[in-house]
């Protein structure tokens, strides 16, 4: 289909003038490019036909002015390039075909910087282009960063998958991307959203919002390990967890254990607590159930640095042999459930039961009860 010539004159137009980024919106007809003055140009597409018909040729100029060819991004991208493989020359093309699938493969590509998040963001906004280019550190150290941090947070109440929910939360509290006000208005909505809690969990777990006391024994534990904590991981990580950050990371878990909306929240939620009980040792055990754990707890138990903790703290070997357990929680603690069930809330937790109730009881020592 031949464009109108209204048209075909004003795209050229724009494309002598070098935008950065060109998007389309279907529904308005219009198509906008950003220029480097930092404006941006509209244009009201008059479609001769066709609309649909008419809009794969508006993309066909683009495709043969930006890539030398009609075919457009899947063409290209066969041509030239696998997906997160593109030199930055080529990831400056992309931004040029008003496509949100060449605008995914910019913000995947391990070429992104931020200039290009910030071109790539305005080309096309998108919760999951935002997770994507907040994995590149480039980007959260920039000036993008933390625009899409708050566009995450501000789009969770109309996220329905728990993972993304887990995610967008952990990304946006990457350092330097949202205000202490803003974490705290944050947490504050974990009251209501169980998923927010694991975000934190796995993204400041020694930095939770929320004020409560060290473990009882704390004092007695850190004068007895005070000759170990400099060579014996195990002790440091037991003082951790007795301290008051320690103690919060672990009433947060507790409150994901007792009410998980769904199985991928109980499955992030026991990743973060392996991930928080790493530095003791090799995380994660065999793929074994909870009662097998317990029984490998006996064996991590009689290993050097556990052995020279439980002989300078006696009173802490509970504490001890249920870090031991969490630290190497996988999917095989939860397979018996989930293996015969697809079922979510309350009967999710009903059926969940001997699994959590067990760990639960794992965090008792840990807490002081």
């Known amino acids: 289909m031949e464009l109108s010539s209204e048209d075909a004159l004003r795209l050229n137009v724009l494309l002598a003038n ?60 066969q041509r030239w ?11 400056e093309q992309l931004l040029l075909l008003g496509e949100p699938t060449a605008v995914f493969a910019v ?8 200039e290009l998040a910030r071109r790539a963001w305005w080309a096309y906004e998108d919760a999951e ?15 993008t960063g933390p625009e899409l941090a708050r566009y995450l947070v501000e789009f969770l109440p109309f996220e329905s998958d728990s993972e993304a929910v887990t995610e967008s939360v952990r990304l946006a509290l990457q350092p330097g991307l949202l205000e202490a006000d803003e974490i705290a208005a944050l947490w504050q909505r974990s009251a209501r959203k169980t998923t927010i809690l694991v975000g934190f969990m796995l993204a400041l777990p020694d930095a939770i919002p ?10 007695r534990w850190r004068e ?21 950050s320690g103690q919060a990371f672990l009433d947060t878990f507790e409150r994901v254990l007792r009410k998980p909306p769904s199985p991928d929240v109980v499955t992030s939620a026991l990743e973060a ?25 006996e064996q991590v138990m009689a290993e050097p640095a556990w052995r020279e903790c439980a002989a300078a703290a006696p009173t802490a070997i509970p504490a001890l042999r249920a870090m031991a357990i969490l630290g190497r929680l996988n999917y095989g603690v939860l397979r018996p459930v989930f293996s015969g ?25 840990l807490r002081g009860r």
Do not use: F, W
């Open 224 to 244: 007895a390990l005070q000759g170990s904590v400099a060579h014996n991981p195990v002790a440091a990580q037991l003082l951790r967890t007795a301290s008051a």
């Open 341 to 365: 069930t697809d079922a979510i809330g309350s009967l999710m937790r009903k059926k969940l039961q001997p699994v959590t109730e067990p760990l639960l009881g794992l965090l008792g020592p």
């Open 107 to 114: 913000v995947c590509a391990s070429g992104l910087t931020d």
């Open 210 to 219: 929320e004020e409560l006391p060290p473990h009882p024994e704390t004092a």
């Open 18 to 77: 070098h935008p950065l980024a060109i998007r389309i919106n279907e529904s308005r007809l219009t198509l906008d490019g950003l220029l480097a003055t930092g404006g941006a140009t509209s244009i009201r597409l008059n479609p001769t036909g066709d609309a649909e018909k008419y809009l794969r040729a508006v993309r066909a100029l683009l495709s043969e002015h930006a890539l030398g060819n009609p075919g457009g991004y899947p063409l290209y991208l």
């Open 273 to 297: 607590m392996v991930a928080y009980q790493a530095p003791a040792g090799p995380a994660e055990g065999p793929d074994a159930t909870l009662d097998e754990l317990q029984r490998l707890a």
């Open 129 to 143: 282009n935002a997770r994507r280019m907040l994995c590149t550190p480039e980007v959260v150290a920039g000036e």
């Open 81 to 91: 390039t696998r997906m997160g493989r593109m030199r930055e020359e080529s990831l």
